[in-house]
C-alpha cells in the first residue's frame, strides 16, 4: 500500500502550529507531549523534539483502556529508561489524570529550586501540551480542569488556536493544536496513524484500511475480532466475511464492503474489539 505513504499532510494550521511552537517555546518551563498509548512511538511527531529542545518533557500515554495492558507497561519502561518522566491515564475515565500535578512539579523541581534560591516564591510553571491529531489534548486539559474550557471534538485538528487554561494557583497549561509531519516516512507508522483516526479518513481509502486493520487484527487479536463478529476459525476475517456476518448487504444479495469497512475502524477505534495495541517496544 503506497497510498498513504505518499499523502502530505501538511495543511496551513499546521504550518501555523509549528510557528506558534517555535515562538512560544522559551516562555514554558516544561513540554508535555500526548500520545496514543496503543501507537506511542507512531503519534509522536518527530518534530515535537526538535521544537522542544532540552525543554523538561512529560510524556502522557493517553487512551490507555483502550490499549493492551501488557504491551503499555513495556512502552512505560521504553520510555522511562530513556529519561521521560510517564504517566499512563485514560482522560475519558479520568483514570491516573491527577498524577500530572505531582509530575509537573517532579519534573521542574530544579526550577522551582533556582527559584526559591533567588527569593522568588510563588512563581507560575508554565507547561506547553503538545501532541499529534486526535490523541485527546483537549480532552486531557478538560478533565484536569474540571470543565469544558478547551475546544474539542472527535476528528483530527479541531483545536485551532493556542489557548493558555489555569490549571492550579501555580501552574497554567498552553494547548496547541495538534500536529503532524509534512510526510510520512515510515508506512507502518502512516499506517497505524489511519487506524486510530489521526489522519482523516476523507484523504485515505478506508476500504483499504479497514481491510489492512482486519488482517492486523486476526494476526494478533484473533479472539477479539472473531469474537465480535462471530466468525469461526474456518473463516477467513475480511471485509465481505463482516458483511455478511453483519447482514450489511446491497442490491443482488453482495456484501456492502464500505459499510463493513466503517463499523471495524469505528469499532475498533471505540474500544469495542477490546483492548488492542498496534506496536510494541524494539
Not at 517555546?25 to 522542544?52: C, G, K, Q, T
Not at 512539579?105 to 526550577?111: A, E, N, W
Not at 526559591?116 to 501532541?131: D, E, N, Q, S
Request: charged share 30%.
Amino acid at each position: 500500500m503506497d497510498r498513504i505513504s505518499d499523502i502530505q499532510w501538511f495543511p496551513g494550521h499546521m504550518t501555523k502550529t509549528r510557528r506558534m511552537i517555535e515562538a512560544d517555546i522559551n516562555s514554558v518551563d516544561a513540554v508535555a507531549e500526548i500520545v496514543d498509548a496503543r501507537i506511542p512511538e507512531s503519534s509522536r511527531n518527530p518534530i515535537i523534539n526538535e521544537l522542544a529542545g532540552k525543554k523538561p518533557r512529560i510524556l502522557i500515554l493517553n487512551k490507555s483502556d483502550y490499549a493492551d495492558e501488557k504491551i503499555t507497561s513495556e512502552w512505560v519502561r521504553f520510555y522511562t529508561e530513556k529519561g521521560y518522566k510517564t504517566i499512563v491515564c485514560d482522560c475519558r475515565s479520568g483514570k491516573n489524570v491527577k498524577m500530572f500535578v505531582p509530575a509537573v512539579r517532579s519534573v521542574l523541581s530544579d526550577v522551582l529550586a533556582k527559584r526559591r534560591a533567588k527569593g522568588f516564591v510563588g512563581g507560575t510553571l508554565r507547561v506547553m501540551v503538545v501532541g499529534i491529531p486526535n490523541v485527546g489534548k483537549s480532552s486531557f486539559i478538560n478533565r484536569l480542569c474540571g470543565s469544558g474550557k478547551t475546544k474539542t471534538a472527535d476528528r483530527p485538528g479541531v483545536t485551532r488556536g493556542k489557548q493558555w487554561v489555569v490549571l492550579d494557583k501555580d501552574i497554567e497549561l498552553l494547548d496547541t493544536p495538534g500536529i503532524l509531519w509534512p510526510k510520512f516516512e515510515d508506512r507502518q507508522a502512516a499506517l497505524r496513524l489511519a487506524y486510530t483516526g489521526a489522519v482523516k479518513d476523507d484523504v485515505l481509502d478506508v476500504c483499504e484500511i479497514a481491510a489492512l486493520l482486519a488482517e492486523y487484527l486476526d494476526l494478533n487479536y484473533p479472539n477479539s475480532v472473531r469474537q465480535r463478529y462471530k466468525i469461526s476459525d474456518s473463516e477467513k476475517v475480511d471485509l465481505e466475511t463482516v458483511a455478511k456476518k453483519r447482514g450489511m448487504l446491497i442490491t443482488g444479495g453482495e456484501p456492502d464492503i464500505e459499510r463493513a469497512a466503517a463499523t471495524v475502524l469505528d469499532e475498533f477505534r471505540s474500544g469495542r474489539l477490546g483492548r488492542i495495541s498496534l506496536e510494541r517496544p524494539i
